[in-house]
């Protein structure tokens, strides 16, 4: 072997090979690094209010899904807890005449406790935080699906005056999670959007000094509103006159909310430029 090729293997680094593979991982290593990072960034973002209020316009169709469904099957609301609050003063009245005022009693406490709980999951995480809307709403899917499976298994009773587990339960579990939407009205500030109650769209709706002109976004959306809830109650009454009965009104509702989980995942961030 001659001099000069000894000189140049002896001139050859001798972790060559492991360098440039080290080279070669690195940006495989990173990579992960970076896509966990963005989605960090992506979750824990502000979700932008512009067309913001389509998404309480599909809970209006989920609430008079659900209402026309358990007022049909058990004589009890589960999201408007203006009928539940009478039926609950009748009751009082005369305790004897129906169980009715046990099931709206019933709805009545699960959905305070749960507005108490889902406020204050948006208001310690931030309330528009894109992490935290996902979560209120994979809750909601999950409640309501347990309910929607209690129904199928149990069963519904035929009789509307029972009030046992197999009623009560569903009951309280659907009107603990029907909150949820009301209280997501307040975290993206659309206070009178509450998705959940009717009175106060329809005194803004006709009160409105420009009810007639040809653009006003918020008349817009108030007679948005009841469309999509007379809407909901129309398809739920429908589905429960089928064999799926309440049941599948329930699953329908947390098909529902699983989309809903989607719409927030994906939904644009609030931009700089944008109002606090």
Not at 100 to 107: H, L
Request: glycine share 6%; with cysteine.
């Amino acid at each position: 072997m001659s001099a000069r090729r000894v000189v140049a293997d002896e001139a050859q680094p001798l972790l060559r090979s492991q360098t440039r593979s080290q080279t070669e991982t690195l940006p495989t290593v990173s990579r992960p690094r970076k896509s966990l990072s963005r989605w960090r960034r992506h979750a824990t973002a502000d979700v932008s209010r512009d067309w913001a209020d389509c998404v309480l316009l599909l809970c209006y169709f989920i609430t008079g899904l659900l209402d026309s469904a358990a007022i049909s099957t058990w004589g009890s609301f589960v999201s408007m807890q203006t009928g539940n609050t009478v039926y609950l003063g009748l009751g009082l009245a005369d305790p004897g005449a129906s169980t009715r005022w046990i099931k709206s009693g019933t709805c009545l406490v699960a959905f305070c406790l749960g507005s108490y709980l889902f406020a204050r999951l948006h208001r310690v995480f931030s309330p528009k935080r894109r992490w935290v809307l996902c979560t209120s709403f994979a809750l909601q899917l999950a409640l309501t699906a347990a309910a929607a499976a209690v129904v199928s298994a149990a069963g519904t009773p035929a009789d509307m005056e029972e009030i046992g587990w197999r009623v009560l339960v569903p009951l309280a579990l659907v009107a603990f999670q029907s909150c949820g939407q009301a209280v997501m009205s307040r975290a993206l500030r659309y206070n009178a959007f509450t998705s959940v109650v009717l009175t106060s769209v329809y005194c803004d709706l006709f009160s409105d000094a420009e009810l007639f002109a040809v653009r006003n976004p918020e008349r817009n959306r108030r007679a948005a509103a009841p469309l999509f809830l007379l809407l909901g109650a129309f398809g739920g009454g429908s589905i429960v006159r089928t064999s799926f009965g309440v049941a599948g009104a329930l699953w329908t509702a947390a098909a529902l909310k699983a989309v809903v989980v989607v719409v927030w995942l994906v939904w644009p961030a609030k931009r700089a430029s944008d109002e606090v």
